[in-house]
């Protein structure tokens, strides 16, 4: 099988986080590339649907307090499950 180098341009966090979990799986990004182009001729298409998720009121309303939350600072955070514990059985 003959091979063409070929230059793309990836968000340099996502490509150090793919990269992470391509190497869990015994891959390496070109590997992790050719595999998903295979899988797009095999499909006819992309492998996966690309879509626009479709939240309810709950899921959205629970999203934005989980938001809120988040960026208060006065919300007591936890670094560990067994902080989170402690806390609890208090």
């Known amino acids: ?8 341009r990836i968000d ?3 490509k ?5 979990l ?6 390496d990004m070109s590997s992790a590339v050719n ?6 001729v095999l499909h006819g298409g992309l492998p996966f ?3 626009v998720p479709q939240y309810n009121d709950k899921t959205l309303n ?6 809120k939350i988040s960026r208060d600072p006065d919300i007591k955070g936890y ?5 989170l514990k402690a806390a609890l059985d208090n």
């Open 79 to 83: 670094n560990t499950m067994e902080e």
């Open 49 to 51: 649907a690309v879509e």
């Open 12 to 14: 340099s966090n996502i």
């Open 62 to 67: 629970a999203m934005a307090e989980a938001r």
């Open 22 to 27: 391509f190497s869990t799986l015994g891959l």
């Open 1 to 8: 099988m003959a091979t063409t180098p070929t230059q793309i």
């Open 16 to 20: 150090r986080e793919a990269a992470a």
């Open 35 to 40: 595999l998903f182009l295979y899988q797009c």
